[in-house]
Structure formats: structure tokens, C-alpha cells
């Protein structure tokens, strides 16, 4: 499974942004998809995951009410929308996928990554 990830982009605080992750094969849709990301001189850290099904999402704390993860499996597509954005959302987000399992928040177990995409919230 190749992932790519797009539409990050440089935004004021509270502003919105939709960041999509195209995969490269129907395989996609047994996946779980996951959001990280990862701000300059920290580590990577989880946002959220969707089952293959697009039921239970899962949410960090920092993010849960103001992001959104979605997946069209027709498209082998998964979204993050994200609103209210605020200066400590600024970060590379990456998208990954992986088979199911236990810990959707961990990036150890996760199979296989995007390659990335900068997300700026400016004041």
C-alpha cells in the first residue's frame, strides 16, 4: 500500500483545512487509517484513526472536537478535516494505514506511511 497524503497549507488560527490521504490499492479498504504528526524538535504523535468500516473513530485529546477523520473506501481515500485550528496544530501530518489490531494510537503498528504534508497556523 503506497499512501499519499496533500492538502496542507499555510492557515490562520481558527481556520479550516482538509487534509486528504489517497491509497494505491483496494486493500485500503481492510485497513485502519490513522492521523499523525510531528512539529519541529518533538515527536510523533497521534491525532486519530478510523476503522475500515468508518465506524469508531478515535480522537487525541488535543484534537477531539475540532477535527474530523472520514473515509470514502470507494476512493481509497481517507480526510482529516480540521477547524478551530490553533498555532500548536502546526506540524507535518502524516497519514498511515494498517492492518487490524490493538493500539491505534501508536506508530509502531502501523505498516505503512505518507510521505507527509506541513500544516501552518499562523496568529
Known amino acids: 500500500v503506497q499512501l499519499q497524503a496533500s492538502g496542507g497549507g499555510l492557515v490562520q488560527a481558527g481556520g479550516s483545512l482538509r487534509l486528504s490521504c489517497a491509497a494505491s490499492t483496494r486493500t485500503f479498504s481492510n485497513h485502519i487509517m490513522g492521523w499523525f504528526r510531528q512539529a519541529p524538535g518533538k515527536e510523533r504523535e497521534f491525532v486519530a484513526a478510523?476503522?475500515?468500516?468508518?465506524?469508531?473513530?478515535y480522537y487525541a485529546d488535543s484534537v477531539k472536537g475540532r477535527f474530523t477523520i472520514s473515509r470514502d473506501n470507494a476512493k481509497n481515500t481517507a480526510y482529516l478535516q480540521m477547524n478551530g485550528l490553533e498555532r500548536g496544530d502546526t506540524a507535518v501530518y502524516y497519514c498511515?494505514?494498517?492492518?487490524?489490531?490493538?493500539?491505534?494510537?501508536?506508530?509502531?503498528?502501523?505498516?505503512?506511511w505518507g510521505q507527509g504534508t506541513l500544516v501552518t497556523v499562523s496568529s
Open positions: 498511515a494505514a494498517r492492518r487490524p489490531g490493538t493500539n491505534w494510537d501508536s506508530p509502531g503498528r502501523y505498516d505503512y
Open positions: 478510523i476503522t475500515w468500516s468508518a465506524g469508531s473513530p
